[in-house]
């Protein structure tokens, strides 16, 4: 299985803040990786696909990059509806495997 | 609107079943690989099974292999999970998630997700 180390697990930072999260893998994934923003109580919401790829309708200060085994999100200048949780996600293969989370929280 | 609700979930004892149900609408559903993922209360999230467009191919998470059971009925549009053999471990809020590419299964992510079903394993 492919393991999946996400880092910080939590962080706090105030509206304005540039935030940065850390995703790597323990094989190369190419650039089939996905993240994914969850709020409290809510399902999971796809930001970025292919690793680096802005899904439709989620806003351009959401940005993502990497390859192999090292992926990074970005967070240009974090708004109030950006605290939430934040997770990587290997799609290169079964079973599919998640990052162990990076809360993000407000300062 | 493309929109996943899921069904099914409930208290149920260890050792027994339960079945999920997601309906789909608002998409050419048997284009769209579909899979299922859980939330343990309080943790993170973890895939549990997917399936193809087609449903040809099944995928399962080694946590569940041999005992839950991922199909689809295009037919209906609906996705299901017959799980067997539940433990306290499987206690869950079950999430249905649609494939982001059309004939790409899981490969791009998923880009829309049902509400949840909670699953409670107790006796």
């Known amino acids: 299985d492919i393991q999946m180390t996400q880092s910080p697990s939590s962080l706090s930072a105030s509206v304005g803040d540039r935030v940065t999260i850390t995703c790597r893998t323990s094989?190369?994934?190419?650039?089939?990786l996905n993240w994914y923003q969850q709020r409290p109580g809510k399902a999971p919401k796809l930001l970025i696909y292919?690793?680096?790829s802005l899904q439709s309708g989620v806003p351009s200060r959401f940005s993502g990059s990497g390859s192999a085994t090292d992926f990074t999100l970005t967070i240009r200048s974090l708004q109030p509806e950006d605290f939430a949780t934040y997770y990587c996600q290997q799609s290169y293969g079964t079973p599919l495997t998640f990052g162990g989370g990076t809360r993000v929280e407000i300062q | 609107e493309v929109q996943l609700l899921e069904s099914g979930g409930g208290i149920v004892q260890p050792g027994g079943s339960l079945r999920l149900s997601c309906a789909a609408s608002g998409f050419t559903f048997n284009t769209y690989g579909m899979i299922w993922v859980r939330q343990a209360p309080g943790k993170g999230l973890e895939w549990v099974s997917g399936?193809?467009?087609?449903?040809?191919?099944?995928y399962y998470a080694d946590s569940v292999q041999g005992r839950f059971t991922i199909s689809r009925d295009n037919s209906k549009n609906m996705l299901y999970l017959q799980m067997n053999s539940l433990r306290a471990e499987d206690t869950a809020v079950y999430y249905c998630?649609?494939?982001?590419?059309?004939?790409?299964?899981?490969?791009?992510?998923?880009?829309?997700w049902g509400q949840g079903t909670a699953v409670k394993v107790s006796s």
């Open positions: 399936v193809s467009g087609g449903g040809g191919n099944t």
């Open positions: 094989q190369n994934i190419r650039t089939y």
């Open positions: 292919a690793a680096s």
């Open positions: 998630g649609k494939g982001s590419v059309e004939g790409y299964d899981y490969y791009y992510g998923m880009d829309v």
